[in-house]
């Protein structure tokens, strides 16, 4: 399987008055293209900062301190001033969680999607122009909302301006930061619609950031759950949420209902993510662990595949 | 009743706790505060030392002075010696005594109209821009008559009108007359927060009005208040120096601007007593200076987005290293 994106032993630091806190611990993982992959986890766990070490957006006090990322045999994190802005949007876009903040309310949305276009494609304004007014369409907004401000559309149209920027240049990999969590669930599976759609049509990866893993199992291919910045679950979509290995994941996913099948009593996981300052020895998931035993106190586990395909970083499986 | 009594005791627990943890922790903090101001930050450092160089030569002037500064103390124009460090006035006056007697003075005049001028320049500017409307109407309208008219002339007419003023009413003339401008940028800023979501939000949780300035707004609006009260202090200071020249002050106190003006009438530079001259104008200056290098630095502490610390040199030799590893530079 050849690779898009690959993330190799990546670290990332947030270096604070109270000491360094490390917020991504030695992640690897890679991206087909064509793939969506998920990542879950709760608050805080550093789903957000791998998405931003991607396209190099972390500033100080955060620090990519190890690892690689390498996009079409290129590593992103060697990549000098040009090359990098060259690489994004071209080849990487990201949309981020709230579309109100990442759409400037004093200019038109039909400026916003021009200017990108004219900042990476020398072509002529009137056929930049066309081709937003394509984009919005490809979105589902009608080409006279061109001249609206931000304020003049909803949320959920909002949303669809910045998937319709993010397409812009027809990227092979879009990040999408937790893109539906300020929508409604009718929106949100419009947004979503369209964007597999899409999706099928121009045939780019997604890396899709979630809490949400009932959506995540609907829509993505593979799944890697996060907790303290560890990568501990990564696999097939089906078997992640079908047959969750790790104790965490497993909580997880009993923390909400199913549609479907019995009535059963919800569980969540009790207790609160771990300080990242205060990383105890051995496994990060020790104290909230209902299976917890000696040797998780004492050496941290890795990333080992385990019979049903999926990789689990556990000392039980 | 039990556990009337029982929740009175912890409480009173609950506060020698705190109050044990004020004293020391508290301490610390502010070291530590203060450690991280001054720290990879040169023009706090020599900003605050310069100032507090002025401001113990000030204070400490009594026991600092050799002579008496109002008093003949010598024949006039003798020039440095050990017996007079910077050297005695036409009038025979002990020029080294004068300059720390005057820092009294000018510091004075300089701070208090710094506090007016900002006093006046948040209580106009925020609840014009707060309470918006015919309020704001009108307290711009204010704003801008005193806006235009131009200052120094003002303050040259008003002194000369007044006779010879002494320092108090100085004061109050630069106080009164150089609020506007800092009136204007907070109501900018005002504005500009009042309409940000926590204010919205404060006012739905049902916090006063005054609540909402004291403690919502005016936080965010620190570095600017604190930064116009340094420049205020300067051209307070400057001002006031200047209407000591024109002759326009009390010549008989002792100040740098008075000084600067029997400088003046008695020809120094001429005969040659360029002490009398330049010392009061070097203590302007370092002064000046001194609070203008700590204005460029206040912003740094004032807004904890920005990033400064010691941390963040950590941070910087991280990132060496680690590019370092990845090859490059």
């Not at chain 2, 040169?42 to 030569?57: N, T």
Request: charged share 15%; hydrophobic share 45%.
């Amino acid at each position: 399987m050849s690779k898009l994106l690959e993330i190799n032993n990546l670290c990332v630091d947030y270096v604070s008055p109270n000491g360094v806190a490390r917020a991504v611990n030695n992640v690897s993982v890679s991206i087909a293209p064509g793939e969506t992959l998920g990542i879950a986890g709760e608050s805080g766990c550093g789903k957000s900062t791998l998405a931003f070490a991607i396209s190099r957006l972390h500033k100080a006090p955060a620090l990519i301190s190890e690892g690689e990322i390498i996009y079409n045999g290129q590593d992103v994190l060697k990549m000098n001033d040009r090359q990098l802005r060259k690489f994004r949007w071209n080849d990487v876009s990201v949309v981020f969680q709230s579309a109100m903040n990442s759409l400037n309310p004093v200019i038109t949305i039909g400026e916003q999607l021009t200017d990108v276009i004219l900042a990476h494609r020398k072509i002529p304004y009137k056929q930049a122009h066309e081709r937003s007014v394509e984009l919005l369409n490809i979105v589902g907004i009608h080409g006279d909302r061109m001249a609206s401000f931000p304020h003049q559309l909803s949320g959920g149209m909002r949303q669809r301006v910045v998937i319709a920027i993010a397409l812009a240049l027809e990227p092979k990999l879009i990040i999408m930061d937790e893109p539906t969590t300020a929508l409604d669930v009718v929106v949100e599976r419009e947004i979503l619609n369209e964007l597999y759609e899409l999706k099928n049509k121009f045939g780019f990866s997604i890396l899709f950031i979630s809490h949400d893993l009932s959506l995540m199992g609907e829509i993505a291919d593979r799944i890697g759950v996060m907790y303290a910045g560890n990568l501990i679950e990564l696999g097939d979509a089906q078997q992640v949420f079908g047959d969750p290995q790790h104790p965490y994941t497993k909580g997880l996913i009993s923390s909400f209902p199913t549609i479907h099948g019995p009535k059963e009593r919800l569980y969540g996981i009790p207790g609160n993510p771990v300080n990242l300052l205060q990383i105890p020895q051995g496994c990060n998931f020790q104290e909230r662990c209902s299976e917890c035993f000696t040797r998780c106190k004492q050496a941290e586990p890795t990333l080992a595949r385990v019979d049903n395909g999926n990789l689990v970083s556990c000392h039980l499986v | 009743m039990d556990k009337l009594i029982n929740t009175t005791s912890s409480s009173a627990h609950a506060l020698t706790k705190r109050e044990s943890k004020f004293s020391w922790q508290q301490i610390k903090k502010t070291l530590g505060k203060a450690y991280a101001f001054f720290y990879g930050n040169p023009p706090a450092i020599i900003g605050g030392l310069l100032l507090s160089i002025v401001l113990a030569g000030a204070i400490f002037a009594p026991v600092l002075a050799t002579h008496n500064p109002e008093k003949r103390v010598a024949r006039p124009h003798q020039p440095p010696s050990a017996e007079h460090y910077l050297g005695t006035t036409r009038s025979g006056r002990d020029v080294y005594s004068q300059v720390l007697y005057g820092a009294r003075k000018s510091l004075s005049v300089a701070i208090s109209a710094g506090v007016i001028a900002m006093s006046l320049a948040v209580i106009v500017g925020v609840s014009s821009g707060y309470f918006g409307g015919k309020i704001d109407d009108r307290l711009n309208f204010l704003t801008n008559v005193f806006l235009v008219f131009p200052q120094l002339p003002l303050l040259i007419v008003l002194a000369a009108f007044l006779g010879q003023v002494g320092s108090l009413v100085i004061t109050i003339l630069l106080g009164v007359t150089s609020w506007p401008w800092g009136a204007r940028v907070i109501r900018a800023q005002t504005m500009a927060i009042r309409s940000k979501e926590f204010i919205i939000s404060a006012e739905v949780m049902g916090e006063s009005k005054i609540r909402i300035i004291l403690v919502e707004i005016l936080p965010n609006l620190v570095s600017i208040v604190f930064g116009g009260f340094l420049g205020t202090v300067i051209y307070a200071m400057g001002s006031e120096a200047g209407l000591g020249i024109l002759g326009l002050g009390d010549a008989t106190e002792v100040s740098w601007g008075s000084m600067l003006y029997w400088a003046q009438t008695s020809s120094s530079l001429y005969t040659g007593a360029w002490w009398e001259m330049l010392v009061p104008a070097m203590a302007l200056a370092i002064t000046g200076g001194a609070l203008a290098l700590i204005n460029m630095s206040i912003d740094q502490v004032s807004n904890p987005k920005l990033r400064t610390g010691p941390h963040i040199k950590l941070w910087h030799q991280l990132k060496k290293e680690a590019d370092k590893r990845r090859g490059l530079r």
